[in-house]
């Protein structure tokens, strides 16, 4: 018993206890009380069974262990609108598929992104674009339509007559390209006014600095309680977002799940015609 406890660093006496415990539960002597103690009958035909139990045990903890440091490690890339609205809810839907997964995110314009995916600088990127764009399609690319959405022109309720300034976000966004080529034609005496993100649109038009577009999810609890007004100015075209994936760089424990998802119903603006 004394070589026992010195190799575990227990006390003796401790040792003594928890043999003692064993030998009650199993109803049978395990030692020979004698010197530093002999096994039994019992206890050698106990021997080989918890050899095997503490090899499982270690067996046990590596496999933990390695399944915890195979947990997929993965670069997101999500342009900035996407990353207030929509990121959140792929990066819920994935974790709670795969938990342990570890994401590391940056932003970008769409074109860098699909990029950069390309050549396995990221694993996968939530990218949207103009509904009749084309877009990247390579068998290095897996790609998935997962939402597309109406845009809206809105301003405050104190909005009269000519409009002045339409409100944009940052060169290389897609609302941005829309309200270039679809509203700013048709308003030939506004000023375009860098506010930065979607959330900057929002606020400003909130606080009646101007006009900007938005997609519906952003603008319709505003537009339901006349904080915001829709002006009748409309496009046709509507903003579609994708995820995408590099095919050999992404773990395929993501890819499986990437490939799973269901595109959502498309969202019509509440006061479309």
Partial sequence: MASAASSLGYARSTVTGHIQSLER?????????AGDGWLT???????????????????ARQAVKACDQRSPALNVGVTESLAEYRLPMLLRTLTRLLPGLKAEVRTGTPAELERQVLTGALHVALANSISDEKVLRTDEVGRRRLWEENVVLVGGPSLRGTVERVLTTREGCVYRTLTEQDFLPRLPHAEMVQVGSLSGVKASALSGMGVGLLPMTAAKAHLHSGQLVELPLRTPRTVVTDVVWNQRQCPSAVTVQLQRLRPAAAVVAATAA
């Fill in 25 to 33: 539960s199993l109803g049978t002597r395990l030692f020979v009380r």
């Fill in 41 to 59: 009958s019992a206890g050698s035909t106990l021997l080989p069974h918890a050899e095997s139990v503490l090899e499982g045990v270690d067996r």
